[in-house]
């Protein structure tokens, strides 16, 4: 690892709400951060100076920089890659003098943020909820303010899913929007789509707005809206869920795979409960109507009113001719 590559790591800190380190090549040994997200993708992004790089750091990504540039109150950092490669940390100071450090993008930097907090309450009906985390996930929901268990594991489709003996019961896709339109321009998503059909439940949850579709600096947006209609048309069971943020997406999938899981649970006990059921005994023949006897005493040559009671001999042969041989 040289000192002008830009790093993120695992911040391993015990009871952090940080859980990744970046190293900004900025000076003679960097500057090394502690931040709520891997990437500015959808919003700001809040940092603070940690302690120090550790030297055992699981290290997620490593790229390198082509300018690293401090301006006033304010770092520019540009990464020599395609995508994602233009951000900017800036250090404010809030209410009663405290430092912070933003870091953003042009496009985090006048996106509106939805005027919401996302809630913390646990989902109706779960209290022990396991969740299986792809291991092929790079950046991972991390659910901390959710009362859940994490799993990581290979899964058959979908980002994080729920099982039930042994066999996924709901999967969620997570989709950044670059993901998403990348997806739906070569293919690769209808491909996913049909592996999530085959499950009970399944979702796809997008770390965006829809309307950043028609702003999209590659595809033009009516191209990528088209194919997104046309798959929900084809797989109407598998909604694709537009979430604004990261922090919303990730709470719709844990509040998605709760539902699914309580969903399963009723299900399962309904079932039980039919099979205990005790058999009903059998039902007793119907009494035939007039008219059915008239009919059938005509038909085997025996005189019969047409109106009035039929006779008590004329129903007795027609009991006898119903019995079994």
Excluded at 181 to 206: F, I, N, W
Excluded at 227 to 245: K, N
Excluded at 253 to 261: E, G, H, Q
Aim: aromatic letters at 6%; one cysteine or more.
């Amino acid at each position: 690892m040289t000192h002008d590559d830009f790093v993120i790591a695992r911040n391993d800190e015990e009871g952090s709400s940080l859980p990744y380190l970046l190293r900004v090549p900025l000076g003679e040994h960097g500057i090394v951060l502690k931040a709520r997200e891997p990437w500015p993708r959808t919003g700001k992004v809040y940092c603070h100076r940690a302690d120090g790089w550790p030297d055992d750091a699981e290290v997620l990504e490593r790229v390198p920089v082509r300018s690293c540039v401090r301006r006033g109150a304010a770092v520019d950092l540009v990464l020599d890659r395609g995508r994602e490669n233009r951000s900017q940390f800036v250090m404010t100071t809030v209410r009663g003098g405290r430092q912070v450090i933003f870091w953003q993008t042009a496009r985090t930097a006048k996106q509106a943020r939805p005027r919401v907090a996302v809630p913390s309450a646990r989902a109706q009906g779960v209290r022990d909820l396991e969740i299986v985390v792809d291991t092929h996930e790079r950046y991972a929901y991390t659910f901390k303010d959710s009362q859940v268990r994490l799993v990581k594991e290979a899964l058959p489709a979908g980002d994080y899913a729920v099982r039930r003996e042994g066999g996924v019961l709901a999967a969620v896709e997570r989709k950044s929007l670059a993901d998403l339109v990348s997806g739906l321009t070569t293919g690769r998503l209808k491909y996913q789509l049909t592996e999530l059909a085959s499950l009970p439940r399944a979702a796809v949850v997008v770390e965006d707005r829809y309307s950043r579709i028609f702003q999209h600096e590659v595809v033009r947006g009516s191209v990528a809206a088209d194919a997104l209609a046309e798959l929900q048309v084809a797989w109407p069971g598998v909604p694709v869920v537009f979430c604004e943020t990261r922090a919303l997406a990730q709470d719709w999938t844990y509040r998605f795979l709760a539902a699914a899981s309580v969903a399963a649970d009723l299900e399962s006990g309904a079932a039980a409960v039919v099979a205990d059921l005790v058999p009903g005994a059998p039902l007793p023949r119907r009494e035939p109507t007039a008219a059915e006897v008239r009919a059938w005493a005509a038909g085997a040559g025996i005189d019969c009113p047409a109106k009035g009671r039929v006779p008590k001999a004329v129903r007795a042969a027609y009991d006898e001719a119903q019995l079994p041989e």
